[in-house]
Every structure is written in C-alpha cells, then in structure tokens.
C-alpha cells in the first residue's frame, strides 16, 4: 500500500530537548517536504527536498533541521525545541515536478514543547 | 505578506447543491495551483489542480476554474454530498523559479443535509 508514514504521532517534550521526527515514503518519491499547521495559519511549508542530499527552506525554516541521505526517508529535526514550535507537522511526498501535484500527506504528528 | 488568501474561514452548502470556494493569490510568478482536502485527524488528500496555461480543469464533481488577470481561482463541487465537509486548501506554486509551495489558511466547507 503506498503510504507516508511519521513517527511518533504524538510527542510531549520540554524547551531544548533535541528531537527528531522521522518521515518515510514507499513510493519511490523524489519530492518530499516539511509542513506544520497551526489554527489560523493553515498549512506552512518548513523544507523541501528535490532529491537525495537536495533540500530547501520553506516559508518557515527556523528553529528546524532536515537531511535526506536516503531517497525514502526524509526526518526532522528540532536541535532546540521551543514552546512557539508546538503544532502539528505534516510530512508530504509526490513524484516530482510540477511539485505539489498528487502530494501525500502522512498523518501527522502532533507535537507539544512545554 | 500572505500569497495566498482564502478569505472564507467556513461556508455552509446544503446537500445535492453547488459548493463554491474562492482563492485570491498575489504572486503573478505562480503558474500552478492545487486544492487539497483535509478531513479532522488526518493528512490533507490532493483534489485537483491547474496550470496557469489553462483556465478550467474538470474531474468529476469538481472543477477548479483560474482568473489570471484576476489573481483568482475558485473550486466548484456539484451536486454537493455529505463526505465533502472538510477542510479545504488552495495552494500555489511557482515551478519554473524553485518548489516551494505556498498553502492558504483554508475553507471549512459544511455540508448540510
């Protein structure tokens, strides 16, 4: 079944406790992103990636670290959490160009930094 | 400075009638936009999407039609049902500068029944 899987769903954390949200795809995807949705702000973009060992910042970067070593796996990475970083984080990934098209989106992943 | 606006935050549409969702964006380099469908606990669905090259695509019950000069798109669904409730999202894209994509707030569509 071809799917987007995120781990862990939900997380409960404290300010500056690094954590890693992980994000893989089976569908052989070139295309994976980072997004966070927050109530009145819909969807944001926090990076991209194109492609292994390519990726981009987003429309909110900050506070947030991506890498992409594996074509399949594309995890988050928050060095330092802070309380403003509380939302939830979509992963997202689609066949390539143009980006966006037939996107699938994981479940999320809530996320609460106390 | 948000690109892309969804002005509605929620519509109520009753059941078997034509739901209409409206997108203003401001960026002229966008040349792609997709609607994407969001039900409670779970990830957003793409629905359908155009290129700036065109201005209506059709799939089923839902047609996305675009304004160019306007800077508008709106999302047609008819005849309106029960499962379209949800949340609704017009994203763009410009994909001949990088591929980053900007999402609206979203529409919450309720249908009645």
């Known amino acids: 079944e071809a799917q987007v899987t995120q781990n862990p769903r939900y997380l409960i954390t404290v300010t500056g406790k690094k954590l890693t949200v992980t994000c893989s795809q089976n569908?052989?995807?070139?295309?994976m992103s980072w997004y966070r949705q927050d109530p009145g702000l819909g969807l944001r973009q926090i990076y991209y990636s194109m492609n292994v060992e390519v990726t981009d910042k987003g429309d909110v970067p900050e506070g947030y670290k991506v890498s992409r070593k594996e074509k399949r796996n594309f995890p988050l990475i928050l060095e330092s959490p802070s309380p403003n970083q509380t939302s939830l984080y979509f992963c997202?990934?689609?066949?390539?160009?143009?980006?966006?098209?037939?996107?699938?989106f994981g479940p999320g992943t809530r996320l609460t930094v106390t | 400075d948000q690109q892309v606006k969804q002005n509605s935050p929620s519509l109520s549409v009753q059941e078997g009638r034509i739901s209409i969702l409206n997108c203003d964006y401001t960026n002229s380099m966008f040349d792609y936009f997709l609607w994407y469908k969001k039900y409670p606990a779970e990830g957003p669905t793409f629905l359908i999407s155009i290129s700036s090259i065109k201005d209506k695509n059709e799939d089923g019950r839902f047609t996305v039609f675009l304004n160019k000069s306007a800077k508008h798109l709106s999302l047609h669904i008819v005849p309106s049902q029960p499962g379209d409730s949800a949340v609704y999202f017009c994203a763009a894209s410009a994909v001949r500068r990088d591929d980053k994509i900007i999402f609206g707030k979203g529409t919450r569509l309720h249908i009645l029944p």
């Open positions: 997202a990934s689609s066949s390539g160009r143009p980006v966006g098209d037939e996107q699938y």
């Open positions: 569908m052989n995807h070139e295309y």
